[in-house]
């Protein structure tokens, strides 16, 4: 898909369970942020507010702390820099 994709939107996810959960509450997002590492991608990485029962910015900022938390997992400093 490189050099046309331009941004990836990520949330949590579980091979057995829900298919969107806070991130970093998964089992698949991990693997997905180092398969978009190794692809070359250096792109925005997007997340999104989908739960329509609670406060957006909560959700965000959830969803901005479990990033984070896989970013340093991943020990992507270059990542990280951008917070």
Avoid: F, R, W
Avoid at 4 to 11: G, P
């Amino acid at each position: 898909m490189l050099p046309y994709l331009k941004t990836v939107n990520i949330n949590g996810m579980k091979t057995e369970g829900p298919m969107i959960l806070p991130l970093g509450q998964g089992d698949q997002e991990l693997a997905m942020l180092k398969t978009l590492k190794l692809s070359g991608y250096n792109g925005p990485i997007g997340i999104l507010g989908h739960v329509e029962t609670a406060d957006a910015k909560v959700i965000l900022e959830g969803n901005l702390k479990g990033l984070k938390s896989l970013l340093e997992s991943m020990g992507d400093k270059a990542a990280l820099a951008t917070y």
